[in-house]
């Protein structure tokens, strides 16, 4: 197991905007064509910060998780650490991938309980060149030991669309509620204090060996408390809008 990286501010964001190229000596028709998008992530759930957001755009296979396979080494780092940095090397470094954009700042509940200031929604730009036609998005829910929400090859629009995610626990690590498996930062983002600081070391005596799979939710009883922590599904709005 890898050691915890606790700030989920990690990462400046990508936003690489690609023009319509036309090559000389070949119909514009045949050219390869960039389409660019606004997507907008909007955290619906009363108590669940969210890590900045990773979108990737990409062909039909090049998606970074499924449901009901094992998490890659790099969705565990996002999952269980609020840490993307993994997954956008790697993404970076896999064919079928079009572009990649990281939001700097988390997305805190609507009513922003810990006063943090942060919104809950936010926009970003990101292009689709060719046949890159496939939208991947994910992000830790970060008052969970190992759960995150996310979409895995969702067809760009023509026009627009909405679509919805549920919660996902990636089962890498034991849900075990107490905020001394949990990173530092599910605390101020919800406004809770706690005696407790948190970890930035995985403890393999809680490591668990499991397939991605919907999450359970809190069931309370320790650190996380059902109403304060807790959701009902979907936990993310996901607004689509082909801008050219």
Known sequence: MKSKKTSVLAITAIAA??????????????????KMYEVTITNLTPGQPLTPPLLVTHSMNAGFFTSG??????LQQLAENGNA???VVMLQ?????????????PLVPEDDPGNTGLSHSETFVISAEGNMKYLSFASMLVCTNDGFTGIDSIKLPGNSKTIYAEAYDARTEINTEDFADIVPPCQGAIGISSDDDGTGVTNPAIAEDG????????IGGYDLLEEVHGWENPVVKIDIVRMK
Do not use: F, R, W
């Not at 090559?23 to 028709?29: C, K, L, R, T, Y």
């Not at 470094?93 to 700042?105: F, R």
């Not at 397939?211 to 809190?218: N, Q, T, Y």
């Open 85 to 87: 940095e993994h997954l």
């Open 17 to 34: 905007m690609l023009a319509v190229v036309s090559v000389a000596g070949i119909p514009e028709s045949n050219a390869v064509k960039t």
């Open 211 to 218: 397939v991605i799979s919907h999450h359970p939710g809190i």
């Open 93 to 105: 470094g896999k064919a079928g991938i079009s572009d990649i954009v990281q939001g700097t700042v």
């Open 69 to 74: 396979e094992m998490a890659g080494a790099e």
